[in-house]
């Protein structure tokens, strides 16, 4: 409704999508939740994702992110196995496809171009699809067999936020409740700990000082950022790149910790920011070495850890949550730093030139 698309006391909208992450969670695990308390999910759309041998997960830019860290459910919570593509390579650029492939999309907007063209491509092959989208109505909702919706609210500022945390959130859910299904238990409550990643989630976004701070410290006099992280950290490191380009014009790039040594380590120079993510236990050690050899050839570097595994020096330690959902949680600081930057830089922060909300242009 109306009131739901009003900045109210916010400056931009881009704040306030970020500020409502923790409410967007909550409703999404009540949207979510059967009558036994349990996971829930509509039974035919269960049904198509279940019979499927294999998922080819379609979407572009920040979708595209969640879509990654989604690949990682699906894979580890009900063991199918899963590939991700950005939706504009697809059309030309097609995988050898399993006997019983579902195509998942992934659309705040439910109207990219690039995306839409697979689908009509794939449901000519007769191959079946299901939606995830914030938008009910939607081009791609409509198109496909199955919708899933995002319950983020609607999205005004260009750079996407709440509906990359509602994407990740949804994909959990769905996977679990394909583990289900298949009699394969996930090893820990979703709910719950959804319910816990909100929480934190809020304790994040209550940190905002500290995040314009870190924002001033890093960011106010580079050209160029660096974001790393291994894992799922990794996947969240592609979308911190990501915000900060979109909306600062600062060059950005995310890339896998063990790369630096490949090539990117060459760019690091006297005060290069670079934003690690260590949230993950058991990739913790290997991070951290990493950002040993950057700040050895003088990077300014910012830590990103979680309790439990942070260590004292940490610039930015995020509340615990279950390591699987720390996306949810280790992109806000992320997205922070990217707004604050921005405004710092006396960037538009809500329409950021040369950048549309969707893209409806092939
Ligand atoms: C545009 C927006 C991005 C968005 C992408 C995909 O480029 O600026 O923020 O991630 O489209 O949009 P979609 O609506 O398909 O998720």
Same mark, same amino acid.
């Given at each position: 409704d109306a009131a739901d698309i009003e900045k109210g006391t916010y400056p931009h909208y881009m704040l306030k999508e970020i500020d409502e992450q923790p409410a967007v969670l909550r409703k999404i695990i009540q949207a979510h939740r059967g009558p036994d308390g349990g996971l829930w999910l509509e039974e035919d759309t269960l049904r198509a994702i279940t019979e499927a041998d294999r998922l080819y997960i379609i979407a572009a830019g920040t979708s595209y992110h969640a879509g990654l860290v989604g690949k990682e459910y699906f894979e580890k919570f009900a063991g199918i196995p899963a590939e991700v593509h950005i939706s504009s390579e697809f059309?030309?650029?097609?995988? /050898?496809? %399993? +006997?019983r492939p579902l195509f998942i999309f992934i659309s705040? %907007?439910? +109207?990219?171009a690039d995306s839409r063209q697979v689908l009509v491509k794939v449901k000519e092959m007769g191959h079946p699809s299901v939606t995830l989208t914030?938008? %009910?109505?939607?081009t791609l909702s409509r198109e496909s067999d199955h919708t899933v919706l995002l319950h983020a609210g609607p999205e005004i500022a260009v750079a996407s936020t709440k509906a990359y945390t509602a994407q990740i959130a949804v994909l959990s859910i769905l996977a679990a409740c394909v583990a289900g299904t298949k009699g394969k %238990? /996930?090893?820990?409550?979703l709910i719950q700990e959804l319910g816990i990643a909100a929480n934190a989630a809020e304790t994040v976004i209550d940190r905002k000082e500290d995040m314009e701070a870190v924002a001033f410290e890093f960011l106010q006099l580079s050209r160029n950022a660096f974001f790393i992280g291994r894992g799922i950290d990794y996947h969240v490191s592609l979308e911190g790149a990501l915000k900060l380009k979109e909306i600062s014009y600062i060059q950005a790039e995310g890339f896998a910790g063990g790369e630096l040594k490949h090539g990117t380590i060459a760019l690091i120079e006297e005060g290069t920011p670079v934003f690690a993510l260590a949230t993950q236990p058991e990739l913790s050690a290997n991070i951290r070495g990493n950002v040993k050899e950057v700040t050895a050839r003088g990077a300014h570097a910012c830590l990103l850890s979680m309790d439990g595994t942070a260590e004292e020096s940490d610039r930015i330690v995020i509340p615990a949550v279950h390591p699987l959902l720390t996306p949810l949680v280790s992109v806000i600081p992320l997205q922070l730093i990217s707004y604050y930057a921005s405004l710092h830089r006396g960037c538009d922060v809500d329409q950021p030139r040369n950048l549309a909300k969707s893209v409806t242009v092939e």
């Open positions: 059309g030309y650029n097609m995988p /050898i496809l %399993s +006997e705040q %907007s439910g +109207e990219t914030n938008v %009910s109505g939607s %238990s /996930i090893g820990f409550d």
